[in-house]
């Protein structure tokens, strides 16, 4: 256990308001990560494909250009995050609302335990102890408080993550989210913290941007599906109106969107203007 102001209590967690008493770990010592940078990752509870992709892609970048990925194991973006980060060989660490005892939900359990085979589950309450909607919302700000930016690629409106955002903003950390669809409800969470005044987020190069991390020093993004391979094959090969990608891969129309905004994301392909695409 580790008691606020102690020696080895995290310093960044020292300064922010109503920083935890204590702090319960399992797996890697906070100290073996907290001198790295450090992204917090959190988003709605019902994740929809292009939320799933989006935490992947840039999960998946950051963690392989050494950023540490902090995320509250909950369902959606959160274990979304933890996933990616662990199938790109990178450090994640948890932040629960319970004790170390009881990971919740359920469901995330299996996910827990292949955190802590290399990086680490945090919480400031015992073990034995019962978990309420309140504990939540202040698990929240020592996810914040850990990192250095806080990322949100999809939130609805009334999501928790936007607590998470609030926390960010008191503590004086720069909160970043990921524009989508306006008519998508998961997204209204995201496209209202930009238009208050977070940072768009398009590609990893962004958050690396704002670590003051080279771009150069990450590798560059691959195709991940076999519609992305297809599509950037027609526009490459000259295709650029979406109407006639469409035509000639047979891809419906919500999966060749969202295959068009990942590429797009990747930095492979960049529009054109009247619906057409071009090859970077």
């Avoid at 009881?102 to 919480?123: A, F, H």
């Amino acid at each position: 256990m580790l008691k606020l102001g102690g020696r080895d209590f995290p310093e960044i967690l020292n300064t922010i308001p109503y920083p935890p008493k204590q702090l319960y770990w399992s797996g890697q010592p906070p100290a073996a990560w907290l001198d790295k940078p450090k992204v917090a990752v959190v988003g709605g509870r019902k994740i929809t494909p292009y939320g799933k992709a989006v935490t992947e892609r840039l999960v998946s970048d950051l963690a392989r250009a050494g950023v540490v990925i902090i995320s509250g194991l909950a369902f959606g973006v959160d274990v979304t995050a933890h996933n990616s980060a662990l199938a790109a060989n990178g450090l994640t660490v948890a932040v629960l609302a319970s004790g170390l005892d009881n990971i919740t939900p359920r469901s995330n359990y299996q996910t827990g335990q292949r955190i802590l085979q290399t990086g680490t589950l945090i919480s400031e309450r015992p073990a034995g102890s019962l978990v309420n909607r309140g504990l939540f919302v202040m698990r929240n700000r020592i996810i914040s408080g850990l990192a250095d930016i806080v990322l949100i690629p999809e939130a609805g409106l009334k999501s928790g993550s936007l607590h998470t955002a609030r926390f960010a903003l008191e503590q004086g950390k720069t909160v970043m989210a990921v524009p989508g669809n306006i008519t998508s409800p998961m997204s209204e969470g995201c496209n209202n913290l930009i238009k208050s005044g977070a940072v768009p987020v398009t590609s990893a190069d962004d958050i690396l941007f704002a670590l003051n991390i080279k771009a150069a020093d990450k590798p560059q993004p691959v195709l991940v599906s076999e519609d992305e391979k297809r599509i950037y094959t027609y526009i490459k090969d000259g295709l650029s109106s979406q109407d006639e990608i469409a035509a000639a891969s047979r891809i419906a129309g919500p999966q060749l969107a969202s295959a068009l905004t990942m590429l797009e994301i990747a930095g492979h392909i960049r529009p054109a203007g009247g619906g057409n695409w071009v090859a970077s």
